[in-house]
């Protein structure tokens, strides 16, 4: 049984305001780890064997979409992970994916993270729903021809 592998994390767009289901969220980070449960409490809590501070973006709801068990060779997973961020394009990642334009980098996470933490950027997490986006949708169309 492997207990470890390669993961890969969804998260909140930092400044998504509704909670729309595939555009307000993207790739935050992926990884490989030897206990995909211990390096998860590691990035959304802290602590940990090195007493490890919580992602800056562990705040923005951030949900392992997937686990990709690998044996216990260094070599393999990192080979695994490598490819994986190549394919998401993951925006926290600093070291694999220095070409991303997308990418965020440490200092900017965490000047984002202290402003959610005080409160200048609130997040709006109303759902919205397709039925409404198509009626607003509708309503501007009718209101434009009109």
């Known amino acids: 049984m492997f207990r470890g592998g390669v993961y890969l994390y969804r998260a909140r767009k930092p ?22 449960h211990h390096r998860h409490l590691q990035h959304t809590v802290g602590g940990g064997t090195y007493n490890a501070v919580a992602k800056p973006w562990a705040d923005l709801d951030p949900v392992c979409v997937l686990r ?15 490819v994986l ?7 926290y990642n600093h070291k694999k994916n220095l070409w991303n334009p997308r ?3 440490l200092s900017v996470a965490h000047r ?4 959610r933490d005080r409160g200048r950027h609130p997040v709006n997490l109303r759902p919205v729903h397709l039925f409404v986006l198509l009626v607003s949708l509708v309503a501007a169309l009718v209101v434009w021809h009109w």
């Open 15 to 36: 400044g998504a305001r509704y909670n729309i289901p595939i555009l307000s969220r993207h790739f935050a980070y992926a990884g490989e780890t030897n206990s995909f």
């Open 68 to 82: 990709i068990p690998l044996p216990d060779w260094k070599w393999l997973r990192l080979s695994v992970e490598t």
């Open 85 to 91: 961020i190549g394919l998401t394009w993951p925006v």
């Open 103 to 105: 990418r965020i980098p």
């Open 112 to 115: 984002q993270r202290m402003a």
